[in-house]
């Protein structure tokens, strides 16, 4: 796009409201960085262009089609520091190099075209080596142009210019986005579905809940078409509204809810923030789907966005890991057969298709650190949270030692998990021990041969979590 500062934008009337979505996202992601957030202006009607062409049938014959035209302008700050300013920004692939033009920038036609291959090089520094992303700034004074790798943004002008260039990304984002919005096929592109970010995540949130999550890599490695972006792309594209039909015979409409909804606009400001913070860290897989979440959706890039859903949840489940206590307590919880009562912390959560429909794995950690696993019925993944703390209720199933590749320690898997009304109510309750028994922390009373007793029945609490004996904690 070569246009100066504010030059009209010719986008077709269709493509409008995809265009406005997508600055809209632009403009939160601005908000967490705390840059002024670029805007759009669409002209009044009485700016609109109106162009006729022929266009050719499949079955040979030709007509007429009108296009309506609205010109939008595009407002922002131009990124100038020390004297410079922020013209491009350079993303190097294996393929050669993606150039964004800054939207806020006066660039002449063909001033970038020599970047195109250009080598991750570094016009400061001189030196060879692997880097994602450049930036490419001009001199306002003689308008020499230099590529400045993004570590040596500091040292080139002598303090600190990240702030300049988050806001230089952001405009050069906005830039693509304005770009691809005047093609005439962009959200309809060649006969093919485009789609929003967020609205095709909510579609994928859908689907786990009824099928779980299969990638693509693994739908092919067992010959299947399941994967749980093409369930979504294949909702998106059908005529007419599709259902789901659960074991009950009940019939589920397959387009998201409100809390879909919600839950997809939730991933996405997580993954921009996750994603945006790691800056030159982030790995090929994050670089990719850092760049595809910030864009439109179509059947090619739908795998790679759906998996922003497992990414965001894996590193919640990291970061509630690491907030944990440092040292995984290798112990079992409570004795098999018995049921006992917990605060727990969800460290993860994921979710499968098996023979019964879907499961989700649910993975929590006692106040001291023990390991529990619950393999829980359907999608589990809103009624706990990732990180958060629950008072719950559990039968001990088995004990078991997880493999070496997840630590080796202890855990135990519990089953008819129930969940208190809120973990304050839950430590407010008189904590007593069983006068019938020498049951441990939480468990029902129980008789010599280890089973509920019949005279008591009853589940008691006793002083402390953590107890003797190795109870409940």
């Given amino acids: 796009m070569h246009h100066g500062p504010n030059a009209p934008h010719k986008i077709p009337a269709q493509n409008l409201a995809g265009l406005q979505h997508a600055v809209e996202k632009i403009a939160k992601r601005a908000k967490r960085l705390k840059v002024a957030a670029p805007t759009i202006n669409v002209l009044s009607s009485a700016h609109d ?43 190097h692939e294996t393929a050669g190099t993606i150039v964004r033009q800054v939207a806020t920038a006066n660039v002449a036609e063909g001033e970038l075209a020599g970047y195109r291959n250009a080598a991750p090089d570094c016009d400061h520094c001189g030196l060879a080596r692997k880097r ?3 930036f490419v700034v001009r001199d306002v004074e003689t308008q020499a142009l230099k590529q400045v790798g993004r570590t040596c943004l500091k040292d080139f002008f002598g ?44 579609f994928a949130l859908r689907s786990i809940t009824f099928y779980g999550w299969t990638s693509r890599t693994k739908a092919r490695e067992r010959g299947e078409s399941g994967a749980t972006a093409d369930a979504a792309w294949r909702t998106i594209v059908s005529t007419g509204e599709q259902f789901h039909f659960d074991r009950n015979g009940v019939k589920h409409s397959l387009n998201p809810t409100e809390a879909d909804r919600a839950e997809a606009e939730v991933i996405l400001d997580k993954a921009e923030t996750l994603l945006g913070a790691k800056g030159d860290a982030r790995n090929d897989y994050e670089h ?9 959706v179509t059947n090619r890039s739908a795998g790679l966005v759906a998996s922003v859903i497992g990414y965001v949840r894996r590193e919640e489940e990291y970061a509630a890991k690491k907030a944990s206590a440092p040292t995984v307590a290798d112990r079992y919880v409570g004795e098999v057969g018995g049921r006992f009562d917990a605060v727990v912390t969800v460290l993860g959560t994921h979710t499968f298709e098996g023979m019964f429909g879907v499961t989700t794995i649910v993975r929590f950690a006692t106040a001291d650190n023990a390991r529990m696993k619950w ?25 078991e030692v997880e493999p070496e590749k ?56 006793l002083v402390k979590s953590g107890a003797a004996n190795g109870k409940a904690a």
């Fill in 159 to 202: 303090h600190d210019p990240h702030e300049a260039a988050r806001k230089a990304e952001l405009l050069a984002l906005l830039s693509d986005v304005v770009s691809l919005a005047e093609d005439d096929e962009f959200f309809s592109a060649r006969g093919e579905t485009v789609v929003t970010v967020a609205s095709f995540v909510s």
């Fill in 49 to 91: 262009v109106r162009v006729t062409r022929k266009v050719t049938n499949e079955d040979g014959r030709t007509r007429k089609v009108t296009t309506l035209y609205k010109l939008v302008q595009v407002f922002g700050e131009q990124v100038i520091v020390g004297g410079f300013e922020f013209i491009a920004t350079l993303q």
């Fill in 406 to 461: 997840f630590g080796g320690h202890k855990s135990t898997n519990v089953n008819r998990v129930t969940q208190h009304a809120s973990v304050a109510a839950f430590e407010s309750d008189t904590q007593h021990a069983c006068p019938h028994c020498s049951a441990a922390v939480g468990v029902w009373c129980q008789d010599k041969k280890g089973r509920a007793s019949k005279l008591h029945g009853k589940r008691v609490k």
């Fill in 288 to 296: 990719n789907l850092f760049i595809s979440i910030a864009g439109a």
């Fill in 132 to 134: 994602q992303d450049t």
């Fill in 375 to 399: 393999f829980g019925s359907g999608d589990l993944t809103r009624a706990w949270k990732v990180g958060e703390t629950y008072a719950i209720t559990f039968g001990v199933k088995k004990h």
